[in-house]
C-alpha cells in the first residue's frame, strides 16, 4: 500500500513564478512526497506524489495557465493495471 497513490504532474506557464515559493507553498499546504518544483520565471514543471491531486491543480491554475497534466493511480499500476 502507498502512502500517496497519485502521481500528479504538470506544466504551469505565467510570468514572475518563483520554483522555491511554489514548492515551499505545495510542501507546506498539501500532503505527499517526492516534491519537484523546477523551471523559471515563464514556465515550471511540478511533480508531486499526493492523495489529493486536485488540490494542487486547484492551487497551480492560480499561478498561471496549466496543461500537460498528468495523474496517474501508481497504485493500479503495481498491481499491473493502467494508471
Request: glycine share 8%; with cysteine.
Amino acid at each position: 500500500m502507498l502512502d500517496y497513490k497519485f502521481d500528479t504532474q504538470l506544466l504551469i506557464e505565467g510570468t514572475g513564478l518563483d520554483e522555491d515559493a511554489i514548492d515551499s507553498y505545495i510542501s507546506s499546504h498539501f500532503d505527499g512526497d517526492c516534491l519537484l518544483a523546477v523551471g523559471d520565471e515563464e514556465l515550471i514543471k511540478i511533480h508531486f506524489h499526493t492523495n489529493e491531486p486536485w488540490k494542487v491543480l486547484e492551487y497551480c491554475a492560480t499561478l498561471g495557465e496549466i496543461h500537460d497534466i498528468v495523474v496517474e493511480n501508481m497504485e493500479r499500476q503495481a498491481n499491473g493495471l493502467s494508471g
